[in-house]
Every structure is written in structure tokens, then in C-alpha cells.
């Protein structure tokens, strides 16, 4: 059980000022696609999306127009502060290690990217670094902080309670909102608006290059990327991105060590295929339905290949048709939550994260944070998710053969509930990597992943590949199996998630 703090009020929020000049829909990349057979425009999708999350942020985007936060823009600064919500009655914000900042994106006209940083809650400067992303595209890495992995949950009254859980428990962990214009993030130039995974993985790579610079202590540590959803695009760009670094010697050397993509959408064209058949293994439809669906899939794997091969509005032509199969099926299931099919959506609303938008648009909790008071939290943009719509159907998995070849450590987890980004198409993208062990780990044996002595889930792994399946879970597996999620990173991290306990 998770331990409320009777202090851990936001009327007593206390900070220590600390600036170091140098210098990651709804977690779900997921549209509200109850769009049953109807064309909508992306802004409709994004819009759609938001409103399952019941999220509603004032502004479509964080576009500032201040001429005093637009000619401050220094690019390549790191401003960053320590913080803290525990008042006088925790550790001391020095001691607390969690840190709220900007960066200044140096390959854009005024862009700042705004990150949280907690510190290991063991204290020990020696665990991983890792950072986590969150997808939409277009939403805050605050959903998943406050919602899944970070170290506090949000109370009804908007005070924090610990989590149990977090996943600072077992490293040194960064929250970061992208692209630019999601959560805290802004620019004061529409140009900054990034459309794809280059703009992405560029940004980010920037980023972590500037953030070692002002964290020294934290170089030799391992580093690992982690997300979910539509971070299954960003996840293995920023990786690539990382690896070619290092090998080109460009700047500090990030010690890289591996990639975990929860529910992720990586490889759409197999992805899709794959509704049909989950739908009816889990008895949402016919074999009939399914039958009939299935007769979709050709146009919708042809459209996706014209879109690698072309790009451009081939890739919004791909992804009008490979929707229309999965709003076939959600026709037919009705209510159905397709992040989590246990359960049923209320009209468009799937879950309740309100309390998210409110909290961080307190001027108290803003000020804490460093955060400039006329910026609005955007818990999710459809200007981004709109902005990305090219990108939606881009093949991910082709850089991660050469980094498995590597050495560097691929997990796939994924819930078993989630329909969206279901473990049934991300378990198919993963047999297909072609990479030199494709064959040994499709004829892996599957294992049970224990935790405290209970089945959890069931893995397969080979060499540095590994592929999750997370029992009792949705699309959020961090939220809907927290002991087991935590356990998953550390086991993982550790290289010991094979063993059995």
C-alpha cells in the first residue's frame, strides 16, 4: 500500500533556487478512434484523444509570444532548479535530489524543452539513469509521473502521496515533455514544431548531451530509454541516435545499455494486421467479423509500404486506411475501453486524469518549478499529434537490428488487455526483426516472469532481446501492475529478468 504524507500539501510547497548554466495516449500514442467508419481529420483524432483522457487544456499548444521569454533564449542553456512538494517535513531539498528545468533547443528558433529529474530514492548515485517518454504524440511525460512510474500519485485534493512503486526506486530517472509545445514545453516561433522522428531524436540527443554536461556525477552511469505508446517511434530514433553518437565520438559519450518499449506503436503496417486477430481471440468479434475485417489488411499493408517508400500525404492516405480496421472492430465492440478491455468507456470518457491539469496549473506549483506563470500545462497537444501525422506510419524497427547487433538491450513489454497497441501485433514485429538471432529467439522457450512467488507474466528472450507479456495489465502497465512493472525495470536493468523467483 501506498503511504499518504499528511504534509505533502501544495499550499506548503518549498524550494531551494539552484541555476546551472550548461546544460522525454494520454500515455497512449492511442487516438479515441470512435470514429466507426467515418473519415476524420487529425485535429478531430487528437481532440478525441484528449477527451478520453478527460483532459482539457486551455491551449492547443504552447506558443508563447512574450518578448521577455522569447529574447532570453539562449540555445544550449540548461536552467535548472531543485524543488520540492514535502514541505518542512521531508529530507532537504538538497538532499531530496529532484530537479524541474529548461533547455534551450540549439537547432531551433526559441524552443524550450522543460524535464523533471528525481534522483534515486536509494540515494545511490551509482543507479541507472534512465529517461522516460511518453506518447500521443503531444503528451506530457507528467501523465505517466503522476499516473504510473514517477514518485508521487495526485490525491483527490491535489495532495501527493508516494508511490511505492516509482520507478526512482531503482534509478536515477528523467521525465522529459516533447516534442516541443507538450506539457511545459514551449517555443515562441511555430516553426519549432517538430513533424518527425529526426526533429525528435535530434532534440532529445541535444538534450541529453547538455544535461550530462550539467550532471557530471551521472556520466558513467548506465543509460537506458524507456516509454510507451507512440514512444515506440521515439524510443529506437533516440537509440540510433545515441549509438551513432557514441561511435562517431560525437560529444560525451552516453552509456548506453539498452531500450524498453511498453504497448509501443513501432512497426504499423503489422500492427494493424493484427486487430482482427486479437479481436477475436479475446471474443470482441466473429470469426465471421473477423473474416471480413481481415479482407482489409492488404490495402492497409501496401498503403503502409508506400508510405516508407514515398512519404509525404502517402503516409495520411496510409493511415486512413489501415483506422478503417480498427474502427470496423470498435463498431462492433461498442463501449469497449480499447486501452484496457476489461473495461468500458463512459460516452468518450476512458479514464479521469483531470487532477493532472489542475495541479500544475497552480501558480504555486508552476513557481516551484520554474515554471514562467503565463505558460499553461498542456497535458496533451493536438497541434503535436496533428504536426506528427506523417510520421504515424513509419516502420521504427529498422535501426534495431544494429543495435541489437550491437550488444544494446531490446525489451518489449506489453499488458495483455490493451487492444490499442495489443501484445499480439508487438509480440509479431518483434519474431520479424531480422537480425542475427531472429531465429533462436522465435524458437525461445516461454518462461514464467514471477513476482513474489505469482505468474505475472511470460517472457522470451534471446541475447539482448526480450519480449514481455504482462498479465492483469492495459495499455499503462506501470499503472495497472506497479509492484510487477517495477520489478520488470529492475530485473531487466540487473540482466537477470530470465531468472525465475
Same mark, same amino acid.
Not at 522543460?114 to 503528451?139: A, M, Q
Not at 531524436?201 to 507512440?230: M, R, W
Not at 492497409?300 to 500525404?313: F, Y
Not at 505469482?454 to 522470451?460: K, V
Given at each position: 500500500?501506498?503511504?499518504?504524507?499528511?504534509?505533502?500539501?501544495?499550499?506548503?510547497?518549498?524550494?531551494?533556487?539552484?541555476?546551472?548554466?550548461?546544460?522525454?495516449?494520454?500515455?497512449?500514442?492511442?487516438? #479515441?478512434? *470512435?470514429?466507426?467508419?467515418?473519415?476524420?481529420? +487529425?485535429?478531430?483524432? $487528437?481532440?478525441? /484523444?484528449?477527451?478520453?483522457? =478527460?483532459?482539457?487544456?486551455?491551449?492547443?499548444?504552447?506558443?508563447?509570444?512574450?518578448?521577455?521569454?522569447?529574447?532570453?533564449?539562449?540555445?544550449?542553456?540548461?536552467?535548472?532548479?531543485?524543488?520540492?512538494?514535502?514541505?518542512?517535513?521531508?529530507?532537504?531539498?538538497?538532499?531530496?535530489?529532484?530537479?524541474?528545468?529548461?533547455?534551450?533547443?540549439?537547432?531551433?528558433?526559441?524552443?524550450?524543452?522543460?524535464?523533471?529529474?528525481?534522483?534515486?530514492?536509494?540515494?545511490?548515485?551509482?543507479?541507472?539513469?534512465?529517461?522516460?517518454?511518453?506518447?500521443?504524440?503531444?503528451?506530457? #511525460?507528467? *501523465?505517466?509521473?503522476?499516473?504510473?512510474?514517477? +514518485?508521487?500519485?495526485? $490525491?483527490?485534493? /491535489?495532495?501527493?502521496?508516494? =508511490?511505492?512503486?516509482?520507478?526512482?526506486?531503482?534509478?536515477?530517472?528523467?521525465?522529459?515533455?516533447?516534442?516541443?509545445?507538450?506539457?511545459?514545453?514551449?517555443?515562441?516561433?511555430?516553426?519549432?514544431?517538430?513533424?518527425?522522428?529526426?526533429?525528435?531524436?535530434?532534440?532529445?540527443?541535444?538534450?541529453?548531451?547538455?544535461?550530462?554536461?550539467?550532471?557530471?556525477?551521472?556520466?558513467?552511469?548506465?543509460?537506458?530509454?524507456?516509454?510507451?505508446?507512440?514512444?515506440?517511434?521515439?524510443?529506437?530514433?533516440?537509440?540510433?541516435?545515441?549509438?551513432?553518437?557514441?561511435?562517431?565520438?560525437?560529444?560525451?559519450?552516453?552509456?548506453?545499455?539498452?531500450?524498453?518499449?511498453?504497448?509501443?506503436?513501432?512497426?504499423?503496417?503489422?500492427?494493424?494486421?493484427?486487430y482482427p486477430d486479437y479481436a477475436l481471440e479475446n471474443g470482441i468479434i466473429t470469426k465471421s467479423e473477423h473474416d471480413e475485417i481481415s479482407k482489409l489488411i492488404p490495402g492497409c499493408v501496401q498503403a503502409a509500404k508506400t508510405c516508407e517508400a514515398q512519404g509525404g500525404r502517402s503516409c495520411h492516405t496510409a493511415l486512413d486506411t489501415c483506422e478503417v480496421i480498427f474502427e470496423r472492430i470498435l463498431g462492433i465492440a461498442g463501449d469497449i475501453n480499447y486501452y484496457d478491455i476489461r473495461k468500458k468507456c463512459i460516452g468518450h470518457l476512458c479514464y479521469d486524469f483531470h487532477n493532472l491539469e489542475t495541479l500544475l496549473n497552480l501558480q504555486k506549483?508552476?513557481?516551484?518549478?520554474?515554471?514562467?506563470?503565463?505558460?499553461?500545462?498542456?497535458?496533451?497537444?493536438?497541434?503535436?499529434?496533428?504536426?506528427?501525422?506523417?510520421?504515424?506510419?513509419?516502420?521504427?524497427?529498422?535501426?534495431?537490428?544494429?543495435?541489437?547487433?550491437?550488444?544494446?538491450?531490446?525489451?518489449?513489454?506489453?499488458?495483455?488487455?490493451?487492444?490499442?497497441?495489443?501484445?499480439?501485433?508487438?509480440?509479431?514485429?518483434?519474431?520479424?526483426?531480422?537480425?542475427?538471432?531472429?531465429?533462436?529467439?522465435?524458437?525461445?522457450?516461454?518462461?514464467?516472469?514471477?513476482?513474489?512467488?505469482?505468474?505475472?507474466?511470460?517472457?522470451?528472450?534471446?541475447?539482448?532481446?526480450?519480449?514481455?507479456?504482462?498479465?492483469?495489465?492495459?495499455?499503462?502497465?506501470?499503472?495497472?501492475?506497479?509492484?510487477?512493472?517495477?520489478?520488470?525495470?529492475?530485473?531487466?536493468?540487473?540482466?537477470?529478468?530470465?531468472?525465475?523467483?
Amino acid at each position: 500500500m501506498m503511504t499518504p504524507l499528511s504534509t505533502l500539501t501544495l499550499s506548503k510547497v518549498s524550494l531551494s533556487l539552484v541555476f546551472l548554466f550548461f546544460v522525454s495516449l494520454s500515455p497512449s500514442y492511442a487516438t #479515441s478512434r *470512435l470514429t466507426h467508419g467515418h473519415a476524420y481529420t +487529425p485535429q478531430s483524432r $487528437a481532440e478525441k /484523444l484528449i477527451r478520453s483522457l =478527460n483532459l482539457f487544456p486551455k491551449d492547443p499548444l504552447n506558443v508563447v509570444k512574450t518578448y521577455d521569454l522569447a529574447a532570453s533564449f539562449v540555445p544550449g542553456n540548461i536552467v535548472e532548479k531543485k524543488f520540492s512538494f514535502l514541505a518542512d517535513s521531508g529530507p532537504s531539498v538538497q538532499d531530496l535530489g529532484h530537479h524541474a528545468g529548461y533547455y534551450s533547443l540549439p537547432h531551433s528558433k526559441a524552443a524550450r524543452m522543460f524535464y523533471f529529474f528525481f534522483e534515486s530514492r536509494n540515494n545511490n548515485k551509482d543507479d541507472p539513469v534512465v529517461i522516460w517518454l511518453t506518447g500521443g504524440p503531444g503528451c506530457g #511525460s507528467e *501523465l505517466a509521473l503522476f499516473y504510473e512510474n514517477g +514518485p508521487f500519485h495526485i $490525491a483527490n485534493n /491535489l495532495s501527493l502521496i508516494w =508511490n511505492d512503486y516509482g520507478w526512482d526506486q531503482a534509478s536515477n530517472i528523467l521525465f522529459v515533455d516533447q516534442p516541443t509545445g507538450t506539457g511545459f514545453s514551449y517555443t515562441s516561433d511555430d516553426r519549432d514544431i517538430r513533424h518527425d522522428e529526426a526533429g525528435v531524436s535530434n532534440d532529445l540527443y541535444d538534450f541529453l548531451q547538455e544535461f550530462f554536461k550539467a550532471h557530471p556525477e551521472f556520466v558513467k552511469n548506465d543509460f537506458y530509454i524507456t516509454g510507451e505508446s507512440y514512444a515506440g517511434h521515439y524510443i529506437p530514433a533516440l537509440a540510433s541516435q545515441v549509438n551513432k553518437g557514441n561511435k562517431q565520438n560525437e560529444g560525451i559519450h552516453i552509456n548506453l545499455k539498452g531500450f524498453a518499449i511498453g504497448n509501443g506503436l513501432t512497426n504499423p503496417a503489422i500492427q494493424y494486421s493484427a486487430y482482427p486477430d486479437y479481436a477475436l481471440e479475446n471474443g470482441i468479434i466473429t470469426k465471421s467479423e473477423h473474416d471480413e475485417i481481415s479482407k482489409l489488411i492488404p490495402g492497409c499493408v501496401q498503403a503502409a509500404k508506400t508510405c516508407e517508400a514515398q512519404g509525404g500525404r502517402s503516409c495520411h492516405t496510409a493511415l486512413d486506411t489501415c483506422e478503417v480496421i480498427f474502427e470496423r472492430i470498435l463498431g462492433i465492440a461498442g463501449d469497449i475501453n480499447y486501452y484496457d478491455i476489461r473495461k468500458k468507456c463512459i460516452g468518450h470518457l476512458c479514464y479521469d486524469f483531470h487532477n493532472l491539469e489542475t495541479l500544475l496549473n497552480l501558480q504555486k506549483v508552476k513557481s516551484a518549478l520554474g515554471v514562467d506563470a503565463g505558460i499553461e500545462f498542456v497535458s496533451c497537444s493536438n497541434t503535436v499529434y496533428t504536426a506528427m501525422e506523417q510520421d504515424w506510419m513509419q516502420n521504427l524497427d529498422v535501426g534495431i537490428p544494429a543495435l541489437l547487433e550491437d550488444g544494446i538491450k531490446l525489451l518489449v513489454y506489453a499488458g495483455e488487455e490493451d487492444f490499442i497497441c495489443n501484445w499480439l501485433g508487438n509480440s509479431r514485429w518483434v519474431q520479424a526483426i531480422e537480425w542475427s538471432g531472429q531465429k533462436a529467439f522465435g524458437t525461445s522457450p516461454t518462461v514464467k516472469f514471477v513476482v513474489d512467488g505469482a505468474e505475472a507474466g511470460s517472457l522470451n528472450s534471446y541475447g539482448p532481446l526480450s519480449f514481455l507479456k504482462v498479465h492483469g495489465a492495459g495499455h499503462m502497465v506501470p499503472m495497472d501492475q506497479p509492484k510487477a512493472a517495477l520489478q520488470m525495470l529492475k530485473s531487466w536493468m540487473g540482466g537477470n529478468l530470465t531468472i525465475t523467483k
